[in-house]
């Protein structure tokens, strides 16, 4: 293999550095022998790490490196948590797999569910799109980026992206407006007050909170009314 003929090459360049001598005095001038300079270990050492690093490369034990933390509610502010998470259900719902992907034939049976099946090459041009590790099929995040790209108004109103924001979206017919294009538009609107997650944290602590006290409420007129026929 190019591999291992690579090894050997590089192994005998480290065994001629090892072992190379000064020069011996010539018989006119008398030259004094000199140590073995530092430079052709710390050479010597580098080659030999690199070459370990191209083994474990070539035989695909090197170490992966760390992937990025992806948090979907930081990077995509645009969209309220519960959007997110309707996104991430029907993510979930058409990974087939299981994998955390959505590849060619996962995304030709989602179209095909949403009534607007495409040609093959159609879906790989859906793909391409928003695929920015060119791995041929859509992360979460990559499918989230179809609808940050709706919102922005930088897909084709014709486009397969499109089409799938449109018929996806499983708030449109909630929302009051008629449209793809003026619902997204009357999202941005309000997030741009303020901070819509924020809003919906507070939101729900405020709902717990109610919950409770109309528990605590109905217990107290519970001990009141039951007080009364002991009485």
């Known amino acids: 293999m190019a591999s291992e003929e690579l090894a050997r090459k590089l192994q005998r360049r480290l065994a001629a550095v090892q072992a190379a001598e000064p020069e011996p005095a010539t018989e006119q001038i008398s030259v004094k022998p000199r140590d073995p300079e530092p430079p052709s270990s710390d050479s010597s050492s580098e080659l030999s790490a690199k070459l370990t690093r191209r083994l474990d490369i070539n035989e695909g034990s090197a170490a992966p490196r760390p992937a990025r933390v992806f948090n979907p509610f930081t990077e995509f502010k645009e969209f309220s948590r519960k959007q997110i998470k309707d996104m991430e259900k029907m993510f979930k719902r058409f990974d087939s797999g299981k994998d955390g992907f959505i590849d060619l034939m996962e995304l030709k049976l989602m179209m095909e569910k949403l009534g ?20 041929g099929k ?22 397969g992206l499109m089409v799938l924001a449109r ?32 809003a919906e944290i507070r939101e729900e602590q405020e709902e717990r909170k109610r919950q409770e006290l109309e528990r605590l409420q109905r217990r107290a007129a519970f001990k009141e009314l039951q007080s009364a026929f002991c009485s």
């Open 167 to 198: 018929l996806s979206e499983i708030d449109v017919s909630t929302e009051g407006v008629m449209g793809a294009k003026d619902f997204f538009e009357a999202k941005m609107q309000a997030l741009s007050m303020g901070s819509k997650f924020e």
């Open 116 to 135: 607007a099946p495409q040609t093959h090459l159609g879906l790989k041009n859906m793909i391409k799109e928003v695929d920015e590790d060119f791995d």
């Open 138 to 159: 859509l992360s979460f995040r990559e499918f989230l980026l179809i609808f940050r790209k709706a919102a922005a108004g930088e897909l084709q109103e014709e486009s």
